[in-house]
């Protein structure tokens, strides 16, 4: 079966330097959602878009911005990149609303994002 | 949200039944349970998801007591790759919108051989 990609799978940046991080969910699953991962914690909500328009947001930094497309894929920018920033970041997608009995997301692989 | 407390760590062997609690004393009616298992450094897994009494599927067993103020993941007979980090969470299930998750706290299950 289809799981959630993302790309790329490994990243590393400089300070002060831009990422993008890109998410195709799960066919005909038209939620995605963000989570950030920093060594020995737990996920953390960022953000997510329900038919393409942003429906929760978390602990996202301002520097972060992202959105989903008309193909449901979804990309999470990051700017001035930080130390603190390097994390794992997790894509999840779930079923089309109406059809989702229990909320269940599905999570990628992730991303990790090493900053230097 | 309701807030969660379970053990932050638990040992076990190969064969055994494994039994994780988890509290929330602050349950709102219309909140659900949900158990997600999560690998070193992959993504969260969902395995089970219950409102009351008990709920069983092919990988574990949820109970849920008729106060609802608690629930308990039971894994039959773990093995090896059962060593994961398990996380219970508890809220609403909105169909129309979405539902992100607030992962705290999860309990992690060391299988020895």
């Known amino acids: 079966a289809a799981g959630v990609i993302q790309s790329p799978r490994h990243l590393i940046k400089e300070k002060r330097e831009t990422a993008t991080l890109k998410c195709y969910p799960i066919p005909r699953h038209d939620t995605v959602y963000w989570y950030q991962q920093g060594p020995g914690q737990d996920p953390q909500f960022l953000i997510s878009?329900?038919?393409?328009?942003?429906?929760d947001k978390g602990s996202i930094p301002d520097r972060f911005s992202a959105q989903q497309f008309s193909d449901y894929h979804s990309e999470l920018n990051m700017s001035s990149l930080e130390l603190g920033d390097s994390a794992l970041y997790f894509c999840?997608?779930?079923?089309?609303?109406?059809?989702?009995?229990?909320?269940?997301?599905?999570f990628g692989p992730g991303t990790r994002l090493t900053v230097t | 949200l309701a807030k969660t407390t379970q053990p932050i760590s638990m040992d076990s062997y190969e064969g055994q039944e494994v039994n994780i609690t988890c509290s929330h004393n602050n349950i709102a009616t219309n909140d659900y349970i949900t158990w997600y298992q999560q690998f070193p450094s992959q993504g969260p897994r969902f395995i089970i998801q219950?409102?009351?009494t008990k709920v069983t599927n092919e990988v574990a067993s949820l109970f849920i007591p008729a106060d609802r103020k608690s629930s308990t993941l039971s894994l039959p007979r773990v093995s090896l790759s059962d060593t994961a980090v398990y996380y219970c969470?508890?809220?609403?299930?909105?169909?129309?919108?979405?539902?992100?998750?607030?992962f705290g706290g999860g309990t992690r299950l060391m299988v020895k051989p």
């Open positions: 999840a997608s779930s079923l089309p609303s109406g059809r989702a009995t229990n909320g269940e997301q599905y």
């Open positions: 219950g409102y009351k």
């Open positions: 969470l508890v809220g609403a299930i909105d169909n129309n919108a979405g539902n992100m998750l607030t």
């Open positions: 878009f329900y038919e393409k328009m942003q429906s």
